[in-house]
C-alpha cells in the first residue's frame, strides 16, 4: 500500500466510523517529514478516541504499524504518525480553534468522493 492509497484507506476507514468533515492533504511539496495529512473531527473526546482505535487497528490489519501517537486520549486532539501519512483526529470545537488546514491552504486536498469512483 503506497502513501495516497494509506491515506485514502484511513480517510474511508474513519468515514465509517461516523467521522465529521474529513480531509486529505497532499503536504509532500511543502512538508519533509510526511507525504500526506488526514484531518478527521470527532463529536466528543470519546469519538476522537474510538476513530483513533478504530484506525489503528484497520491499518495493523494491513500490516501498516503507528510508530506513535501523540495527546492525552481526552485532550480532544490525537495525532497518529504512520511516517508517510500523519493522522490528526480533533473535536470539531479544537480543529475550529487551531484551524490547521489553514497552515496547509496551498497544498492539493484530494477530492475524496473522485478517489472513491476510482
Do not use: H, P
Not at 461516523?18 to 473531527?41: E, G, P, W
Not at 474510538?50 to 500490516?63: A, H, N, P, R, S
Amino acid at each position: 500500500m503506497d502513501c495516497k492509497d494509506m491515506a485514502l484507506f484511513s480517510a474511508k476507514v474513519l468515514n465509517n466510523k461516523k467521522a465529521q468533515d474529513i480531509t486529505v492533504i497532499n503536504i509532500s511539496s511543502r512538508a519533509a517529514f510526511a507525504d500526506y495529512m488526514v484531518l478527521a473531527s470527532g463529536g466528543s473526546a470519546r469519538q476522537v478516541t474510538t476513530l483513533c482505535d478504530e484506525l489503528e487497528e484497520q491499518l495493523e490489519k494491513e500490516g501498516v504499524f503507528v510508530k506513535s501517537i501523540e495527546g492525552k486520549k481526552n485532550s480532544g486532539w490525537l495525532l497518529m504518525d504512520y511516517g508517510d501519512i500523519i493522522v490528526n483526529l480533533l473535536t470539531v470545537e479544537m480543529r475550529k480553534k487551531y484551524n490547521i488546514e489553514k497552515v496547509w491552504a496551498d497544498c492539493e486536498c484530494l477530492d475524496l468522493e473522485d478517489e472513491d469512483e476510482r
